[in-house]
Structure formats: C-alpha cells, structure tokens
C-alpha cells in the first residue's frame, strides 16, 4: 500500500476518533450538570428532613423526655455536614430517630406528621435520582478510551449516597407496588 | 406548574399507554396544573382541539412485542420544537421513550428537567438489547425515571441502564366502586357466578385451564355459572365448552366501560387465570376498587396488585385443579369472600388518579429545582445528528487540557 493510502485511513482514524471525543465530552458535561442538580434536589430534601426534625425536637419538648430531644436535636444538626460518609453515617442516624419518633409518638399533630412522610418519600425519590446520574456517569467515565483519553479532565468522580431511607412502615404505601 | 407530556402512540388508536396519557393529564389539570400533550395520530382532525398537539403520523412497527409508532424526521422535530418553545414547560414527561418516536425526538431536542415513564409490553426483549445502547446518550438526559411495575423496572434496569422509582398505573377508582350491577345477574341472585374477561381466544389469557377447573367446580356447586366477556370468536368459544358444562357458561361478549364495572360489581368472583404476558394487572384493579373477591394466576404483575395473596388467592399458573380448589373454597365460603372485597376494595384506593397523580407530582417536585429555569428547545437540527454549536464543552475542556 502507498502512502497516501495510508494517510486516508489514519485521517479517517483521527477525524472519527475526534468526532467521538465532542461528542463523548458533551455527554459527559450535560451528565455533569444532571448529578450537580440531582445532588442539589437530594441536599434540599435532606435539609428539610433536618428542619423539620429540628421542629419536631422543639414542639415535642413537653411529650419528650429531655434526652430524645437533645437526640433528636444532634441527629438533625448531623445533617450539615459536607458530603463524606460521616454525612451518610449522620442521615442514617436521622432516619432512624424519625421512624422510631413515628412509632413511639402517635399523637404527633397530622400536618407535622404528614410534612415528615411526605419528606421522606422525596428523600427516596430523589437519592434514586441522584445515585441513577452518578451511576450514568461512572458508566461512561469507565469506558476504556474514555479513561486513556481521560475525557473527564480534573472533575472527581461522583460518588453514590448509600443511606437506608425507607419509611414504607411510616407512611400509608398501599398499592405503592412497592419492590 | 406547566406540565407537557408526550405519548408516542397514537392517540386515536385504544392502548394502555394513551388512556394512561389521558387520565393522568386530566386528573393533573383537575389539581391546577397547566398540562399539554404532545402525540402522534392517525387522524389529526380527531384530536381534542385544546392541550393536544398533532406530532404528525407514524408508521408502524414492531417493537418490543407490539406495534411502535415510528415516527422520526425533520417535520417531527420541527413540531417537536415548537411544542417545546410554546409550551414553556417546566418539566417533559415523555412516555415510552425507547422506540424510535416522537418521545425520543423530544429527548434529542429538549433541554431541562425532563422526566419518563416506562411501560413495559411484554417479555421479548431481545431488540431492546441491541438498541437500548443506542439510544443511551438520549435517554441519559432523564433526570427522574418512573417504571409502572417492577417487572418494567427490571427491563429498563437489565437494558437501558438506570434505575427507576415504581408509581403504578392509576385507576379511577369510583366508576367501579359504586354504581349498579347487570340485570339480571346481581351479586347474589341465582347461582354463585364467576367472572372472566378477556380476549377469550388467546391461549396466554388462560380461558382453557379455568373451563377445565370449572368441572371440578361444577361437580361441588352444581348451580355455578361461569361468565365470560370480552372479544373474540364466539362459535370457537362455543366449540371448546365441553356439552356437560354448556348450561354452566354463559358469553357476554364485549362490554361497555359501564357495563364492565356492573359485570365486576355483579360477579361472586373474579378469575384471572392467564398463563404470562401480563406486565400490569390493571384489570385486577378494577375488579378489587369493584369489591370482587379475586382468583388469580401467580404472575408477578397479578402477586404485586394481590399483595403476594393479602387481597385475594393466587394460583400457580396453568395448574387447573388448584384453580378449581381455589374457586370451589371461595364461593363456599361468603366470609372469607366478604372479607377479601373489603380488603380489596381499600387495596384499590392506593391506585386511584388521585393518589397516583400526586405521586408522579413528587417526581416532578423533585425534579424541577426552584429557580432552576424550564425546559428548552436546542436551537438547531445538527443536535439531533450529532453535537450541537452550543454543545461543545469539548472546547473549553480540550483548551484547558492543551493548557496543562
């Protein structure tokens, strides 16, 4: 084969090779844009989960003994941490106390208690979310030829939020076709 | 809030997926929400004259087990994107978005909090297998996945990637909740009566194993009848009872909405002895918001409407003597009959519009950030076949990865 043979395949190699990289590199910026809002859409939930545990530690301070409040009160303020897993560790705890506050407190006022199941059902929503984005972009950042070309630049890795946020025992889920 | 939800079928065609497209745009409106639907039709002058835009027409094709409407081109897209810039919505639920239709258009040219619904047809997905990896760089723009069963989900997990929250299909539960019952055959008179309805013609439905459950059942409650509706051959119908069991089957052919909810209120019990195929027993539902106690085959789809037997009995599918078992126990005993439709009924409230349509809701809230902006329409063609001007972050990135 001569040369200019040669040189037609290796541009067609390079200008295919340049159209995947636009194109992986789009994906991979609009994928970006999905977990900063999921992440956003999941922190708003957890901080509302917070404030409302905050509330419930404050109004229930009368029903309450002392120590479940202050509890109570140093699980929601766990709720500001930074994404590591002692944020993870620290909504674990949250969760709990809540659905054990549920159980033990039926006379919660019903519009607190519906704030707080339907609070819980967006965290659910929207840590799916959330962990579905980060799961799509470690897909494609796992690629081989994405990893050598190191497509996604110097952005981190997202990181999945593992917390165990379920409260079909708080909420009335029938039907829910729950899995 | 401005909702604008695409059907992918074609509207004036009967299917699941457009009745689901309906009901839940009318039940969103009824809550105050400004909703629009985007979808394909055969006759655009039979569309609604409000909230309905006419995607153009499509051509059929099989998909996934049934028939898509492909439908793909710049005349769509061009549609597409004015729907999408006049509708200023704040959120796109597209149904379906797999196949090649107007839904995946959307998803090339909408930008913004965008939301989808996987309906599942049936189990044959081998095509899926093959294009789910195609259309992934589109279907990665979905920032809330919805499945209406688990066996949906399980689908859109195995070949499109992703995970998905599971809302089920709604049902209005009213209409069959109170109303009146057939003439003639009100819960009570006469015999004890079971229910069937279905295309009695397909095998997967599964009228074969109940006929051959209906001897045994006969044999203990000698005044049973059983009565079958739905479409299909009656003469083939009548060519399979066997002569002894003739007195016993009763065909009343196919049924009007109302009709149908009078024929679940009437009945003693409800059988659903179908064989596979079923993605979502919206039929089960009915029959529990119309209080009959059920009988069903244990498909997955049956066990997740039954509450896995908590709100009516399941059988292994096929098996006609426990089908027979089962439905002799039951019309022997008014108790545990009067229990399940009590039970079913409050089961079915889980599935109304209204419980459904607040669900969807949440995944809307969710998705949608206050102050986050709507949903747009990229600006030119080249997006739908490859990256568009506006879309090359590539630049910026490549200039600091030149830089380094």
């Known amino acids: ?179 | 809030m401005r909702i604008g939800i695409v059907c992918p079928y074609r509207w004036d065609r009967p299917g699941g997926v457009q009745y689901h497209v309906r009901d839940l745009a009318e039940t969103l409106r009824g809550l105050g929400h400004h909703v629009e639907v985007l979808t394909p039709a055969e006759h655009p002058e039979s569309l609604p004259t409000e909230h309905v835009t006419f995607a153009g027409r499509t051509v059929p094709i099989p998909y996934n087990g049934s028939m898509a409407s492909f439908q793909f081109g710049p005349i769509s897209a061009a549609r597409a994107r004015r729907w999408l810039r006049e509708g200023r919505f704040d959120v796109v639920h597209v149904h379906d978005p797999a196949p090649p239709s107007v839904g995946l258009l959307v998803l090339m040219i909408a930008k913004g909090p965008i939301v989808a619904t996987f309906h599942a047809a049936s189990v044959r997905s081998k095509l899926l297998t093959v294009w789910g990896p195609v259309i992934r760089p589109w279907l990665e723009r979905i920032g809330g996945r919805i499945a209406v069963s688990d066996f949906a989900r399980r689908l859109q997990v195995e070949h499109l990637g992703g995970d998905a929250v599971v809302i089920p299909n709604g049902v209005h539960v009213a209409p069959f909740a109170e109303g009146p019952q057939l003439p003639g055959l009100e819960r009570g008179s006469g015999g004890p009566t079971i229910g069937f309805l279905g295309r009695y013609d397909e095998p997967r439905k599964g009228l074969p194993v109940l006929l051959e459950a209906m001897r045994d059942v006969v044999r203990r409650h000698p005044a049973a009848r059983l009565l079958v509706a739905g479409r299909g051959d009656p003469d083939g119908l009548r060519a399979a009872v066997p002569p002894e069991l003739r007195p016993h089957v009763e065909l009343l052919g196919e049924l009007s909405e109302a009709d149908k909810a009078a024929f679940l209120r009437s009945v003693d019990v409800y059988c659903a002895p179908n064989l596979l195929g079923e993605s979502f027993g919206i039929i089960l539902i009915e029959a529990l918001a119309a209080g009959a106690p059920i009988v069903a085959a244990d498909l997955d789809a049956f066990a997740a409407v039954l509450e896995d037997g908590a709100v009516g009995v399941l059988v292994r599918r096929g098996d006609a003597a426990a089908l027979a078992a089962a439905l002799g126990d039951l019309l022997a005993d008014p108790d545990r009959r009067a229990e399940l439709s009590a039970r079913g009924r409050e089961a079915a409230r889980g599935y109304d519009w209204s419980v459904v349509a607040r669900r969807v809701l949440a995944v809307y809230e969710t998705v949608v950030l206050p102050g986050g902006g709507g949903v747009t329409a990229s600006d030119d063609d080249a997006d739908v076949l490859s990256v568009s001007v506006d879309d090359v972050p590539g630049r910026s990135a490549l200039r600091r990865r030149v830089r380094r």
């Open chain 1, 1 to 179: 084969m001569d040369l200019s043979v040669w040189a037609t395949v290796v541009g067609v190699v390079v200008l295919l090779l340049a159209a995947w990289t636009a194109w992986t590199l789009a994906r991979l910026r609009r994928l970006e844009g999905r977990v900063d809002r999921a992440r956003t859409a999941l922190e708003t939930q957890l901080r509302r989960r917070a404030a409302l545990a905050d509330e419930v530690a404050r109004s229930g301070a009368a029903v309450l003994e002392p120590e479940r409040t202050a509890r109570l009160a140093r699980a929601a303020s766990g709720a500001r941490l930074p994404w590591t897993p002692d944020r993870e560790q620290a909504e674990n705890v949250l969760g709990r106390e809540l659905r054990e506050l549920l159980r033990d407190l039926p006379g919660m006022p019903p519009a607190l208690a519906a704030d707080l199941a339907g609070t819980a059902q967006r965290v659910v929503l929207a840590r799916r979310f959330y962990n579905d984005a980060v799961r799509d972009t470690r897909e494609l950042r796992g690629r081989r030829l994405s990893r050598v070309l190191r497509l996604h630049g110097r952005r981190p890795l997202p990181r999945y939020f593992d917390i165990d946020d379920s409260y079909d025992e708080l909420a009335g889920t029938a039907g829910s076709g729950r899995s």
